[in-house]
């Protein structure tokens, strides 16, 4: 198992902080009138250590993997849609590829774990740790090797791909994986399965009954209430979850800001924050998902996200919605006059 102290984050640097908000306090509009966009210029400006915070250069992964316990017929789609959906992605014609094209956002897909063989193409990077998970039902779904492999490769798609980047977003595809999360989710959190399983992709209520059947069942048999974050991972876990985990903790060390989309990412998000709770000093949640579980989730972490679209797609896009915000923010931070500036008086 990868030892746990490998993932130490360091504590952001309090040391511009007064400067920062006072910068903020002195723009020409009342103190807070921006509301939560001076909380996110405060958050990247902090994470920058900067006065003259930037989101310009912003990337976006999108891990894909097949998963074991679609056996068990926890999804109304067929498998085969992840591998059919990459190539929507690698063609441009996705959701997430309409997304960042209009917010000028870089977009690179990564073959976790997809069954079907993939194409050679430039926009993706195949590095399958296994083809799928195992039926996490019957068995673990990874081995800790597989588990360690899945945290590596993650970290090191972001040492390739986005070590420009002042924004790391990440999205996932792959069908089942609300399954996972929600098993991940159920384990880590300590939350029966029925209060979290959803309707995915549009599982009926009968296919969510079940749903949670197969997770609580699941979970019991794993004994995942003794386990820890990475060995829950392992039991339950998908490969682009893993990988993701992996993204988002190297993205911390980096000092990007992290852009959480909904509740798949949230799961990844989840491990990591477990493994290095300094890793919410890095994030935004940009986007509350449709699906029920996550509301429960953020309310129960006290997080409030951007935005809550009834989005239910994965693939990130709900990161991507929020780019526009995350870059107004930076932008009033930098741009905006100061009261001394424009000569308009303060309140008394
Ligand atoms: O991220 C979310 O909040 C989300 C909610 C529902 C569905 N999805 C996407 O739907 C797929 C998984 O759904 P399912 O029903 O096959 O478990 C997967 O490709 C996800 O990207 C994603
Ligand atoms: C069509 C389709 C697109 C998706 N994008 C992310 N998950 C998805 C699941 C399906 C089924």
């Given at each position: ?29 009342p ?30 992964l ?46 690179k ?13 430039p ?32 970290a ?33 959190l300590?939350?029966p ?16 009954v ?32 893993a990988?993701m ?16 989309d ?9 491990v ?5 709770p300094?890793?919410?000093d890095?994030t ?16 129960q ?15 990130g ?24 500036d ?7």
């Amino acid at each position: 198992m990868v030892e746990k102290g490998r993932f130490k984050l360091p504590l952001l640097s309090n040391e511009l902080d007064a400067e920062i908000q006072h910068k903020i306090d002195m723009k020409t509009k009342p103190q807070g009138s921006l509301g939560r966009l001076e909380t996110l210029a405060a958050q990247v400006a902090r994470i920058q250590q900067t006065l003259s915070p930037c989101t310009d250069s912003a990337m976006h992964l999108v891990f894909a993997a097949d998963h074991g316990v679609c056996e068990e017929g926890v999804s109304p789609f067929p498998q085969e849609v992840t591998a059919q959906m990459v190539l929507n992605f690698l063609q441009g014609g996705a959701a997430i590829n309409v997304f960042c094209r209009h917010n000028k956002v870089g977009l690179k897909v990564i073959n976790a774990g997809v069954k079907t063989p993939l194409p050679e193409h430039p926009d993706l990077v195949s590095c399958p740790v296994a083809p799928g998970t195992r039926n996490f039902a019957q068995e673990s779904a990874m081995s800790a090797d597989e588990v360690a492999q899945c945290l590596q490769k993650g970290a090191e798609m972001v040492d390739f791909w986005a070590a420009d980047a002042q924004v790391l977003s990440l999205g996932e595809m792959g069908i089942g994986n609300t399954t996972t999360a929600a098993a991940l989710l159920a384990a880590l959190l300590d939350i029966p399965a029925q209060d979290i399983v959803g309707a995915g992709t549009g599982a009926s209520p009968e296919m969510q009954v079940h749903k949670a059947q197969v997770i609580q069942a699941a979970l019991e048999r794993h004994q995942t209430h003794q386990q820890a974050p990475l060995d829950v991972l392992q039991s339950v876990g998908g490969l682009e979850i893993a990988m993701m985990t992996g993204a988002f903790l190297r993205g911390a060390a980096l000092k990007k800001l992290l852009v959480v989309d909904g509740f798949i990412a949230t799961s990844a998000w989840m491990v990591a924050y477990q493994l290095c709770p300094t890793i919410l000093d890095y994030t935004v949640f940009a986007h509350q998902s449709h699906e029920q579980g996550h509301q429960r989730i953020l309310s129960q972490l006290e997080i409030t996200p951007l935005l809550a679209l009834d989005m239910r797609l994965g693939e990130g896009t709900g990161a991507i919605a929020a780019i526009p915000l995350i870059r107004l923010a930076t932008a009033f931070f930098n741009e905006m006059a100061s009261f001394d500036d424009a000569g308009v008086s303060q309140s008394a």
